[in-house]
């Protein structure tokens, strides 16, 4: 193996900031693949997990689950990768392989549970650590090929912000004749919007404010409300088919859900760690139902980097080098991101 060792950046308690780091990357599988890591997104599921709020962690933490990069090196009986292939690696990088979720290409749902690309503990007992990084080493499985019209840093971010829009959007039908309203204009939200409008649906943008209005429509939306201004609510009963609410602190539920027409779906996929509460009278009155839905298969990955390909769908990113990821952690928390960070991985 060439690169036993990588360059990273960890944070070392849920308080931390983040440091210069090396790792160790396992020696090469039969089936794996090391990838040299050319960029990292950053998801808002990094900030809650490095700071700890969905449950405790291991540290070191190396966090980073939107990974793009080239092939270095392969195991011996790896199939699909070859050295020089652009790849990418999105939330999970092992699965059991033999439940039904897993047969049905669902790995993010598997009975043994799914193994994230950091904070999990992958099939030889050692904790993942994840794309802020030079270098990993994945199952030629969990390995995705980036089409060649897609940028490396482009395509860092569809690996999770992408994905994560683009399967509820497919397992609810967004299509010509549907309205669909999304919550959120930030990372995922920005991608739901272009992937709703690609698949044909009409495009509505909740919002906090006005400020990203005009970014919005260019991406494919036909209406833009901001939700501090009250009158949005008394605007929009009853209109949405499907709401995908990518907002990573808890809403008002309520007010939301009554902007579904009879038989509409809210689906979160926005992660806030607190319980939320709804008047089930909201559901009960238009027969509504209230989803979740986790990031997507494998299969279902490669489609959608296919369809963005097809479509011409990219992410807006903002480049930075590894020194600024702790101020970039506090442009997320402060929804001041256009429209998603990433690593310059050259810089660790
Ligand atoms: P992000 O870039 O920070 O976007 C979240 C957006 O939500 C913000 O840009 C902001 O949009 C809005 N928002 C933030 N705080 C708000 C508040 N207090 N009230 C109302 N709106 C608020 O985050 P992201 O990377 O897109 O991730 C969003 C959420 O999805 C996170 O919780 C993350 O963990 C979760 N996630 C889940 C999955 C999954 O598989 N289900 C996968 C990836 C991420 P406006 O400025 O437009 O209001
Ligand atoms: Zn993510």
Redesign the pocket.
């Known amino acids: 193996m060439v690169n036993a060792k990588a360059r990273a950046r960890a944070v070392y308690g849920p308080d931390s900031n983040f440091h210069a780091t090396e790792i160790k990357r396992r020696d090469l599988d039969t089936h794996d693949v090391l990838i040299e890591i050319k960029y990292a997104g950053?998801?808002?599921?990094d900030?809650?997990t490095a700071h700890g709020e969905w449950g405790p962690v291991h540290y070191p933490l190396v966090p980073g689950h939107e990974i793009a990069g080239i092939v270095k090196e392969v195991g011996s009986e790896v199939s699909k990768y070859e050295v020089g292939d652009r790849v990418g690696v999105g939330?999970m990088v092992d699965s059991c392989g033999e439940c039904e979720n897993c047969q049905n290409g669902e790995e993010?749902y598997c009975l043994k549970g799914m193994v994230g690309t950091y904070a999990g503990t992958d099939r030889y007992g050692e904790p993942t650590q994840g794309g802020y990084s030079t270098h990993i080493v994945v199952h030629e499985d969990f390995v995705l090929r980036i089409p060649d019209n897609i940028g490396l840093d482009a395509a860092a971010p569809l690996l999770?912000?992408g994905i994560?829009t683009y399967s509820p959007l497919n397992h609810w039908k967004a299509s010509e004749g549907k309205k669909v309203a999304i919550?959120?204009?930030?990372?995922?939200?920005h991608m739901a919007v272009q992937i709703a409008n690609a698949m044909g649906a009409e495009v509505t943008?909740l919002?906090?404010?006005l400020?990203?209005k005009e970014d919005g429509l260019k991406l494919g939306a036909t209406h833009y409300y901001a939700?501090s201004d009250e009158s949005t609510f008394e605007q929009l009963p009853k209109t949405f088919d499907l709401i995908i609410n990518?907002?990573?602190?808890?809403?008002q539920l309520d007010d939301y859900l009554n902007l579904l027409t009879l038989d509409g779906t809210i689906v979160?996929?926005?992660?806030?760690a607190e319980p939320i509460s709804l008047r089930v009278a909201n559901l009960i009155g238009h027969r509504r139902s209230f989803a979740?839905?986790?990031?997507g298969g494998i299969r279902e990955t490669q489609e959608m980097l296919d369809f963005c390909s097809e479509h011409n769908i990219k992410p807006q990113i903002e480049m930075i080098s590894a020194d600024q990821i702790d101020e970039a952690y506090e442009r997320?928390?402060a929804?001041d991101?256009k429209?998603?960070f990433v690593i310059n991985t050259s810089t660790m």
């Not at 990518?246 to 809403?251: F, K, R, Y």
């Open positions: 950053i998801c808002h599921s900030i809650h939330c993010q999770c912000a994560t919550i959120g204009m930030g990372g995922l939200g943008v919002s906090q404010t400020n990203k939700t990518t907002v990573s602190a808890n809403l979160n996929v926005g992660a806030p979740g839905s986790a990031i997320v928390l929804s991101v429209y998603r």
